[in-house]
Nanobody
């Protein structure tokens, strides 16, 4: 069974930090690029960051560039999102997504709330 389980969300004050984890199982993790998305209340889900399979190239939305860092540990089948200098507009449910060709898996999400 394919599973992506996010964790590490919570309530933090503006300027604080959180580290999200996405633990994967049930598929060949090394073959999949992994992305993070988020969805704020009443808004569309938006892409935040992703990391490739081969050379570990990373990509970020302009809104988080310089504050968030994505990384992966293939030995642990886990991807991390280190979030620093958090802002209230970073509030939302954060989802990880594994994709490889036509295959596309999602986790259940973890809530991040940044208070002002």
């Amino acid at each position: 069974e394919v599973q992506l389980v996010e964790s590490g969300g919570g309530l933090v004050q503006a300027g604080g930090s959180l580290r999200l984890s996405c633990a994967a199982s049930g598929f060949t993790f090394d073959d999949y690029a992994i992305g993070w998305f988020r969805q704020a209340p009443g808004k569309e889900r938006e892409w935040v960051s992703c990391i490739s399979t081969s050379d570990g190239s990373t990509y970020y939305a302009d809104s988080v560039k310089g504050r968030f860092t994505i990384s992966r540990d293939n030995a642990k089948n886990t991807v991390y999102l280190q979030m620093n200098s958090l802002k209230p507009e970073d509030t939302g449910v954060y989802y990880c997504n594994a994709f490889f060709g036509a295959r596309d898996y999602w986790g259940q999400g973890t809530q991040v709330t940044v208070s002002s």
